[in-house]
C-alpha cells in the first residue's frame, strides 16, 4: 500500500467533520492539551480529507465518524479517538488503554453520540475554522504556506 498523502513519515492525521459542534471540540481539546506535533488534521469536507478518505477506502461524503490514519493503517470511531489518545500527554494518554475494549463496546457509546451530535451539540453553517498551535498543524495550512 502507498502512504498516506499529504503527511511525511512518522506523521498521522485525524480527520473530523468540520461543520460539528463536538467534532471541532474535540480538536480544540487536543490542541489545547498538547496532542504530539507530529498529529496533523484536516476536515472530511477539504480536498486533503476527502483525498485521505479515498486513500483509505471510505466514502467520501457523509462521513459521520472520526478517522486516524497513522503507519499507513486507518481506524474509525472509537478506536481512533482512543489512538490518538495514546499521542498526548499524561494523564489524558492512560485513557488509550480503552483501546482495548471490545470494539462492540465501545463503538456502542460512540454511535449513539456520533447519531446525535447535531441535536445535542449543534452544528455550523459552513465549514468552521480552526486555530493551530503551530503553521502547518491543518492540512490545507501547509498546502497554502508552500504557495
Known sequence: MS???????????????????????????LLRHRVARQVRFASVQSEEGKTLLKWAG????????????????HWLRAQAVFRVMQKMAAPWR???VLRHFPDSISNFAYDRIALNRYKLFGRYDSQHSLT???PGRFLHQKEKSAE
Not at 512518522?10 to 473530523?16: F, N
Not at 471510505?58 to 493503517?73: C, F, G, K, M, R
Open 3 to 29: 502512504p498516506p498523502p499529504y503527511l511525511q513519515p512518522g506523521e498521522s492525521v485525524v480527520l473530523y467533520d468540520g461543520v460539528c459542534k463536538l467534532c471541532n471540540g474535540w480538536v480544540n481539546f
Open 94 to 96: 492512560f485513557l488509550s
Open 58 to 73: 471510505l466514502p467520501q461524503e457523509n462521513v459521520s465518524t472520526i478517522v486516524y490514519i497513522a503507519d499507513q493503517q
Open 132 to 134: 493551530p498551535d503551530y
